[in-house]
């Protein structure tokens, strides 16, 4: 039997001491292989296994994405709505005349935020890149006061949803709405939008409607005290020491306060799976239609101009965005051909689906290095070489 060419690769980087272990899975059609490598702690911890459970961060936004079509499709609300009439509490922003000016110079916005534009992230409000990533600039020094904790999963803002977005709207936009991209604010604002829309708490609009169908039974923003104490702890470099630190995380055994859209969830490998291959069917799973096909369509398809691609730097690394995830919109190697569609969580793990092969490539890790150290790279290029069996 020919050795599995993601297992070979990334167990030697587990074995150079790169991450303590990772749950990987490849599917091409019905054939789906999963592998389990090292363990959850460079101690010893416990082996990784199938259904090891993580933090997937930012691979939330695309689950939210999924939800956001369910409820424009039932007509609920529409993706060309201006999002205060739904959040009246964000009626009436301006913009600020300057991104780093004072809170005072403002202009009025040419347009309303829309729905799309939260999707799409171009709602004028998100995590800014120039000339650092979010710079001392007021705006910020504004938000960070204001305890909203628009960037990393962690610290988790102390506000109930309500509160958040009254806290939001006294705040000007940064830019025009839908002139730039930029991230995650955009589906922190979507996620109190849709709970709000639906009337039940985000989770549960979730689980009803996305989870339950899938079999997804343990993702979510929460989980039982003893499967929480499961979670592996969150390793990134220490850039003082240059050495993998152990971070601080959230406690995941109460619900959250604040349920993030952006980045609040926990799953497994095979419950990411059922919702990545719905995607990759159009919609369907196991025989019943979740998402229209065209629903599928607009998530999975660029919305972004080349000089808003130029925009997201790093985050994006030329890709295009459609509605809650990455779009390749040129090729990228090893094989990804424009179509591919996709994102990662910063807590180290990603997700690709590439339609042209058929191909779903998902990466559980707890080490933030993954993402930028060449082993997500690594990984994509093996799950394309898998031999067939």
Request: aromatic share 8%.
């Amino acid at each position: 039997m020919q050795t599995s060419s993601v297992r070979q690769t990334m167990a030697a980087r587990v074995e150079r001491g790169e991450f303590p272990g990772i749950v990987t899975l490849v599917a091409r059609g019905d054939d789906v292989r999963v592998e389990a490598i090292g363990a959850t702690a460079f101690d010893g911890g416990v082996p990784m296994r199938r259904d090891t459970i993580f933090r997937i961060a930012s691979m939330t936004k695309p689950i939210l994405a999924a939800a956001t079509m369910i409820l424009v499709e039932d007509d609920v609300i529409d993706l060309e709505e201006p999002v205060h009439k739904v959040l009246p509490e964000l009626a009436g922003q301006r913009v600020l005349a300057r991104v780093d000016g004072p809170l005072a110079e403002t202009v009025p916005a040419r347009r309303p935020v829309t729905v799309e534009d939260l999707l799409s992230f171009r709602n004028g409000f998100g995590t800014l890149l120039e000339p650092t990533i979010d710079p001392p600039f007021p705006i910020v020094a504004a938000a960070q006061e204001l305890h909203l904790e628009l960037g990393s999963p962690y610290p988790r803002t102390p506000h109930t949803p309500d509160e958040w977005v009254r806290r939001f709207g006294t705040l000007p936009l940064m830019y025009q709405p839908g002139d730039r991209w930029q991230y995650n604010t955009g589906t922190q604002i979507l996620g109190v939008l849709l709970a709000r829309a639906a009337r039940r708490p985000l989770g549960e609009l979730l689980r009803e409607r996305l989870f339950e169908p899938l079999g997804m039974a343990e993702t979510g923003f929460w989980l039982p005290a003893e499967r929480a104490a499961q979670l592996p702890v969150h390793l990134m470099t220490d850039s003082a020491t240059g050495k993998l630190t152990e971070q601080p995380t959230s406690d995941w055994s109460d619900p959250p306060v604040f349920p993030s859209g952006s980045g609040g969830l926990v799953s497994t490998v095979d419950e990411f799976h059922a919702f990545a291959r719905m995607l990759l069917r159009r919609g369907v799973h196991g025989g019943t239609r979740l998402l229209s096909e065209q629903s599928v369509e607009l998530m999975t398809t660029n919305r972004l101009t080349p000089e808003q691609i130029a925009s997201g730097g790093m985050f994006l690394g030329g890709s295009g965005w459609g509605l809650g995830m990455a779009v390749t919109v040129t090729p990228q190697p090893p094989a990804v051909l424009p179509g591919g569609y996709g994102w990662s969580g910063g807590y180290g793990t990603t997700w690709l689906n590439d339609p042209h092969e058929e191909l779903t490539a998902i990466a559980l890790t707890q080490v933030s290095d993954f993402l930028w150290s060449g082993a997500l790279t690594e990984f994509q290029q093996s799950a394309y070489a898998e031999p067939a069996r």
